[in-house]
């Protein structure tokens, strides 16, 4: 294809050669011609030529939001998806099938080419639902033909003549009331985009994965689905109720939460379509009818607020969740491994509809935060992040019930000052326990100058024809077969019994940590250890260098090739198995140089286990643990007499056979004459003296 612009320039290219052209003019010209000055005419360029410029004004048109809406009709709609599409339109067509004609040369003119866009968008209106996208984009794509293109090659009275003709179209079968709130829902779920990155979540979910790529998918997943099957059936009319819909998209989130880890995007987008499904079914069923449905609105704000908060990200896009899957999968208790509370379970539990009250929910969700704020030190990242998910719970939850408006819970009643008074709690009995653990360790791994006041900083020592300095890092051979070198950072030169002692610190390799499979390490990333060894500087195989990641991709020292050169981001804690980034780095003695070309940050994923190995050991686990154990209840007496006189006994809260633990205050249903269903406040409870 050419532009207007290049085929204006090929036009005008002609006109100063025919100008230049030497020798004598003609004296006799041709018989029945006619001389020609200024540009020569449109027919003197190829029509191959102008039909590929027209075709190219149409895709390239670009709307303010920065959409190319040509490219929704390059192909049509396919046949098993939308068979309905070629029982309504007579002549189908598409932009590549325009292509191809220009190519093969099938057009007499440009009207002929004019007349098939026309056909494509006139197609595009007659399928669609007026004011949908695609019928508004086939409006805009047209008017944008007519202005821009067609006011050459149409002219008044051929327009007259098109806009004479009637043109006939089969009518349409009128859609049900469900027929409309399924397709709302499916539109409403494939078109939704993220308000900030303004992505589309559904493109991932529109097929399956490949079995040959991700054959543990199909051995994971039991009942795969994807968007296209439900396209399908909903095409041909599978569904019966809005509910099956639902069903079906909340398996799919299902089974992305499943296969995929919690710390994923894909985990979190099914998460964020997931509300935006209840949210559409609950406003799809309140224009149905006006008894609201009181157990989906609360399943609505309990799926909100985890997805608000497990989203809930800092300033540089990192969501605190994240350092939540650092944490063991397992506590021991009596001696026997037994699954902890995690998000990922609270997740599953939410799924399946376990959760029927807040106050449940969230002594679950704070339990897990508890647990990381437990297992972690007060400096570490997963303490300050737990920390953080708990205010940002309870201010999200609040505001989902606009203070107890909306939905009344006793969940209400633990406020952030609670909170903080129950973490700082821990926060001190951890600071003794620690202190008292830093006071037994013979080094301290704190990031600050670790060196005794009768070691200099520059003291140097020479070894194998080689001399190495205090803070410089090397390489220390490994008896291991196959591994690569460890790294060390040199604390310490001093002489023992006549030989000559290096002390120092390790820097670990990502395959030296314990971390989930699917976490992601920058390239050549390394991690500042809290584990240091004494050894003989002659084991000492050769430097190396290690940078901070401020400094990294910009910049590169001097004297090192770039296969010694790695980067350091976080600390590692070998006790708790917890990574930290470094707030404060020390000062370098490096000489850094600006790099010709940044490295571009990538991230790598670390693998050390096959993803089924690990979902067959867990699924039968997880199964069991979705089920909630109720805790018991019990029945709490107001008063059993009234003005001194014996009679019945009044609660505060009671179980009941049929509809459980009850208290006043409760909005309940309950059966009125002709057995319909009202919804009833309880003032009094009561039992009978008999």
Known sequence: MVSAEELDNDID???ASSRKRSGPKSKNPTPGSTPTRGRPPKDSIPLKKRLHALAKYMLDYTCEDGRKPMLAFMEKPSKKL???YYEVIAEPIDFLEIESKIKAEQYSCENDLVKDFKVMFSNCRQYNEENSPIYEDALILEKYLVDKVCRRTVTPEKERKEKAVVRVYRPRKPLTQLEKNLRTLYEKIRDYREPKANRQLSLIFMKLPSKIDYPDYYEVICNPIDMEKIGLKLRTNCYDALDDLVADFILMFDNACKYNEPDSQIYKDALVLQRVCLQIKIQLKEDENNVPDVAAAVQDILLNLFTNVYNHQDDDGRCYSDSMVDLPEHDEIDGKKVRAVSLDLIKRRLDKGVYKRLDVFQDDFFTCLDRARRLSRTDSQTFEDATELQMYFIKQRNELCKDGELLSSPALNYTVKDAKANIEQIRQSKLLKESLEEETETRSSDDSVIRESNISVDQSMTCNQQTFKVGEFVYLDTKEKGCEPHILLIERLFESNGKQMLYGNYYLRPAETYHLTTRKFLEREVFKSDSHV?????EVKDRCCVVNIKQYFTMRPEGYDEKDVYVCESRYSTRTRSFKKIKIYPE???????????????????????????????????EEQEKLVEKDKPNIMAYTNIDGVEGNTYYEQYNTICSGVVKTGDFVYVVADGGKQIIAQIDTIWDTKE
Do not use: Q
Request: proline share 11%; charged share 35%.
């Open 588 to 622: 370098t003695t490096l000489n850094l140089v600006p790099r010709e070309n940044p490295i571009e940050p990538k991230r790598i994923v670390s693998v050390f286990r096959e993803r089924v190995e690990k979902h067959k050991d867990e699924l039968a686990e997880l």
């Open 13 to 15: 290219n002609e006109l």
């Open 534 to 538: 004494t050894v003989p500087l002659e």
């Open 82 to 84: 939308y068979p309905d």
